[in-house]
Nanobody, 124 residues
Framework: QVQLVESGGGLVQAGGSLRLSCAAS????????MGWFRQAPGKEREFVAT????????YYTDSVKGRFTISRDNAKNTVYLQMNNLKPEDTAVYFC?????????????????WGQGTQITVSS
């Protein structure tokens, strides 16, 4: 089993930055691809970013390209989401997720492990 715990959420003004962290414990998470999703009130959970374990290649949803960066530190069992130039429409609960394959995936059903979520609120 793998446990994922997010941190770094909070309230920020539009144009500001935040960095989310997701610490994994339990089984080693090195062979796992990791992703970030978000869910705004009244909306479905949506894909934000994912990172391939073997190649380190990253993928993003169009609305965050050029603003968000996903990265990982396997030595620390941690994945990050650097969020710059935040917009009010980025307001949501952000979840990190892990899957038991190395290939990155943007689909919600790809992932086996989920964190509890952390709130990001961007004020205009």
């Amino acid at each position: 089993q793998v446990q994922l715990v997010e941190s770094g959420g909070g309230l920020v003004q539009a144009g500001g930055s935040l960095r989310l962290s997701c610490a994994a414990s339990g089984r080693t998470f090195s062979p796992y691809a990791m992703g970030w999703f978000r869910q705004a009130p009244g909306k479905e959970r949506e894909f934000v970013a994912t990172i391939n374990w073997s190649s380190g290649r990253t993928y993003y949803t169009d609305s965050v390209k050029g603003r968000f960066t996903i990265s990982r530190d396997n030595a620390k069992n941690t994945v990050y989401l650097q969020m710059n130039n935040l917009k009010p429409e980025d307001t949501a609960v952000y979840f990190c997720a892990g899957r038991t394959f190395t290939d990155a995936c943007s689909g919600y059903l790809c992932y086996d492990y989920w964190g509890q979520g952390t709130q990001i609120t961007v004020s205009s």
